[in-house]
C-alpha cells in the first residue's frame, strides 16, 4: 500500500531509498539499506523479514539471487513486494499476482520503483524518468516521491513517508554508514514536512559551502523582521541550526532556508 525506490549511486558510492504511503510510520517498515552491501524496500502486506533477512543475503548473492531466495522461502509471496539494489547497482523486483491494483514496477539502471494501490502506471512512470535524470541520489529520489504524488500516487491518500541513505565513504557522524535517515510518521502532507526536514538535515550535518554573513546583512535583517524575529541568532536556536554559523559565516543551506527554500536543490 506504497509506492518506493531503491537506487545506487556509483560515483557517490551511495545507496538509497525512498517511500511514501497511506499507512502510519511506513520508514519503520519498507526501507534496508546497508553501506557496501545494498537496499531493499518491502511493501505489500510487507513481510518484515525480506529486509534484514536480505541484507543477510546481498552479502554473498546478487540482486536477483537474494529476491528470488526470500520470494521462494514465502507461502503468501503472491501478495507481497520488493525492490532491491545489490552492491553493485544491480536491480530486482518483485510485484505478487494479489498485490491490489494499480501494482508494479519498474528497474532501470542502479535503481527500481514499485508501487501498490496506485493512481495508474503513470505514477511508476514519472518515478523512473526521475531517477534516470541527473543531481544527487537523495534529491532524485525526493524528486520521483514528488512526482509519484503529482500523478496521484497512492490512490487513497497520504500520511507517511521516509528517506535512508547510506555511504560506504562518509555518514553524517563518525561510525556509522548512516547519510541521510528520516521519517515523518503521521502528517495531512507527509512529503511536504520529509523536504524540509531533508534541507535541516543537509543544513545540519552536510553542508561545507558558506556565504559572508556581512555581504547579505541587509537581505538577512530584512527576512529576520519579515519572520517576526529580533535577531539572526533567534531565527537559527529556534530552527536548531545555531551550528550553521562560524567565524562570520553561515552554512548556504542555511542560508536558503531562511530565505524560504525548505530544500534548495529541489527549488
Known amino acids: 500500500m506504497t509506492f518506493s525506490v531503491v537506487s545506487y549511486d556509483p560515483r557517490e558510492k551511495k545507496w538509497g531509498v525512498g517511500v511514501s504511503s497511506r499507512y502510519l510510520s511506513v520508514g519503520s517498515i519498507v526501507p534496508w539499506a546497508a553501506a557496501g552491501v545494498g537496499c531493499i524496500a518491502t511493501q505489500s502486506y510487507a513481510n518484515y523479514t525480506y529486509g534484514p533477512n536480505g541484507l543477510e543475503m546481498l552479502r554473498s548473492m546478487n540482486a536477483e539471487e537474494a529476491g528470488n531466495a526470500l520470494i521462494e522461502a514465502d507461502t503468501d509471496r503472491e501478495k507481497r513486494q520488493l525492490g532491491i539494489v545489490d552492491a553493485k547497482g544491480s536491480a530486482w523486483a518483485f510485484t505478487g499476482k494479489k498485490c491490489h491494483e494499480y501494482a ?69 557522524a563518525v561510525g556509522t554508514d548512516r547519510y541521510i535517515d528520516l521519517r515523518v510518521e503521521d502528517s495531512r502532507n507527509p512529503l511536504k514536512e520529509l523536504n524540509r526536514l531533508l534541507g535541516l538535515w543537509k543544513a545540519t550535518f552536510l553542508d561545507t559551502s558558506t556565504v559572508d554573513l556581512s555581504i547579505h546583512q541587509q537581505e538577512i535583517e530584512s527576512r529576520i523582521r519579515h519572520l517576526g524575529y529580533r535577531r539572526l541568532q533567534d531565527w537559527l536556536k529556534d530552527n536548531d541550526l545555531e551550528g550553521s554559523v562560524e567565524n562570520g559565516k553561515i552554512g548556504l543551506v542555511a542560508m536558503r532556508i531562511l530565505m524560504g527554500n525548505d530544500n534548495p536543490e529541489l527549488q
Do not use: W
Open 104 to 172: 508494479g514496477h519498474i528497474v532501470g539502471k542502479n535503481f527500481s520503483v514499485q508501487g501498490n494501490i496506485l493512481a495508474s502506471s503513470d505514477v511508476l512512470e514519472s518515478m523512473a524518468q526521475e531517477m534516470r535524470g541527473p543531481g544527487k541520489l537523495e534529491d532524485r529520489i525526493m524528486k520521483s516521491l514528488f512526482t509519484a504524488e503529482s500523478k496521484g500516487g497512492d490512490s487513497r491518500g497520504k500520511q507517511s513517508a521516509a528517506i535512508l541513505v547510506v555511504s560506504d565513504v562518509s555518514g553524517f
